[in-house]
Every structure is written in structure tokens, then in C-alpha cells.
């Protein structure tokens, strides 16, 4: 199943036409001031890695070489919006313990984009869960093998994110063999006041 936030909404592509107007990140409709543009799709199969996209910069994607099988994060700055770090985990032969250290190091008010790619789950145990879930995730808890995830959300956050996807790796329904479709997102996230 495929749980969209409440502003998330379906990739459209811009026209590339001459005159055309284009917005940041390739986004359906502009951002009001004071927010952050950002598109973000998870992996595809074990084959294309994910990619993260904001205010028009690449973070993360195949082309820069900065991604990998498991859990593709990217940290930024919540007032500026300019990249802190990007880090990938390997869920499936890695070990959870590095992941657990950069979860804990994020400080307040950071931006923190997630995205899966082949498998983010085996490894995950409770403390990683949670640490995710205080970022604002509500899915977390149900992310299992191979399924696709993606999510955005904060350090210091006070609600759920309403910027997360995520559906269920199915034999029944999956796009590509064992493993399902791919996610795309796209939105708008406040830009930190303080």
C-alpha cells in the first residue's frame, strides 16, 4: 500500500520547451517563499539507485556515485538548505551500529531525506527504528524486506512528517520481479525560522 503525505503529490514532468516555465527541481508548481523545493525517487529493483533533489541541487543519485544498496540518507541545513552530508547504509550485509552513530549525531533542526534502494529492512533493529520514527516517520515500524521507502523529516520535529511513502514488497503486485515500483515525491518542506 502507498501512503502519500498529506503535501506530497504525483511527479509531473515540466515542458522543456523554449519559454517554458521551469521550477526548482523539476517540481509541478513553485514553492512559496520561505520553503525548500525538493523531488526524491527510491531505488528501483537492485538496479537504479535512488535519487534526491533540492532547491535544484542533486544531494544524492547514480550519477554522483553517492548512493548504494540500504538506507540513502542526505542531512541539510534546515534554515539555509544547503547539503550537511549524504551517507548509505547497507541494510542487508552491513551492520546496523554506523547507522545508529549518524542517527545520533544529527543535530536540531536538520532536514533529513530517506530513501530505499534493493533492501533498507534486515538490519534494522528496534533502536534504529525508533530513531527514525523520532525524525517524524510513521511507516518505519511496517518498512520489511525490500520494500520501497521513501521519507523526509527533521531532527527535533514535533509532528509526523507529512512527506513519506512507502509500499510493500508483494510476489502479487510487484513491478519489477521481487521487488515493487518505484517511489517519486515531490513538495514543498518550511524552512527552519529560527
Not at 129 to 155: C, E, M, Q, T, Y
Request: overall charge neutral; proline content about 4%.
Amino acid at each position: 500500500m502507498v501512503r502519500a503525505g498529506a503535501r506530497s503529490q504525483p511527479v509531473t514532468e515540466v515542458s522543456t520547451k523554449p519559454g517554458a516555465v521551469r521550477y526548482k527541481c523539476s517540481l509541478s508548481k513553485s514553492c512559496p517563499a520561505e520553503h525548500f523545493a525538493f523531488k526524491m525517487t527510491s531505488g528501483a529493483a537492485s538496479v537504479v539507485g535512488p535519487r534526491m533533489c533540492l532547491e535544484d541541487k542533486i544531494l544524492m543519485s547514480g550519477v554522483k556515485n553517492n548512493v548504494g544498496r540500504g538506507l540513502n540518507i542526505a542531512l541539510v541545513n534546515g534554515k539555509t538548505g544547503e547539503g550537511i552530508k549524504t551517507a548509505n547504509f547497507d541494510m542487508w550485509a552491513g551492520d546496523v551500529a554506523p547507522l545508529i552513530k549518524f542517527l545520533n549525531e544529527i543535530e536540531d533542526g536538520t532536514i533529513v531525506m530517506m530513501a530505499s534502494f534493493d533492501d533498507t529492512s534486515t538490519k534494522l533493529n528496534v533502536e534504529a527504528r525508533k530513531l527514525v520514527a523520532d525524525l517524524g516517520s510513521s511507516d518505519i515500524d511496517n518498512v520489511g524486506f525490500r520494500d520501497n521507502w521513501i521519507f523526509v523529516g527533521g531532527k527535533g520535529i514535533k509532528t509526523k512528517s507529512p512527506f513519506e511513502q512507502h509500499i510493500k514488497n508483494n510476489a502479487n503486485t510487484n513491478k519489477f520481479e521481487g521487488w515493487p515500483e518505484v517511489l517519486e515525491m515531490e513538495g514543498c518542506i518550511p524552512q527552519r525560522a529560527d
